[in-house]
Nanobody, 111 residues
Framework: VQLVESGGGLVQPGGSLRLSCAASGMVFSIYDMGWSRQAPGKQRELVAHITSSGSRSYADSVKGRFTISRDNAKSTLYLQLNSLRPEDTAVYYC??????WGQGTQVLVSS
């Protein structure tokens, strides 16, 4: 299994980013998938989850601002980040929720 994230960067507070995760070596469509993040000095936390059937759930800290989606034809997972806050600064990881993680993509929210 290989998961490769992209799309991170520096953004001002209130701005938006779209993260992507390209999956390979797995039958992507049958897996529940998730996005986690790890801020400096903090534990990694799961912020968004999408089931194989498309049901979604979010951590309270991002609910209403972040949207997880998937394109099974492209074996790609997405995370749309809107209304970003400095506290959203973290490395964001894609996971298949079975112990496989990508290398992460850095999101820095700063003016």
């Amino acid at each position: 299994v290989q998961l490769v994230e992209s799309g991170g960067g520096l953004v001002q507070p209130g701005g938006s980013l779209r993260l992507s995760c390209a999956a390979s070596g797995m039958v992507f469509s049958i897996y529940d998938m998730g996005w986690s993040r790890q801020a400096p000095g903090k534990q990694r936390e799961l912020v968004a989850h999408i089931t194989s059937s498309g049901s979604r759930s979010y951590a309270d800290s991002v609910k209403g601002r972040f949207t997880i989606s998937r394109d099974n034809a492209k074996s790609t997972l997405y995370l749309q980040l809107n209304s970003l806050r400095p506290e959203d600064t973290a490395v964001y990881y894609c996971t298949d929720l079975k112990g496989n993680w990508g290398q992460g993509t850095q999101v820095l929210v700063s003016s």
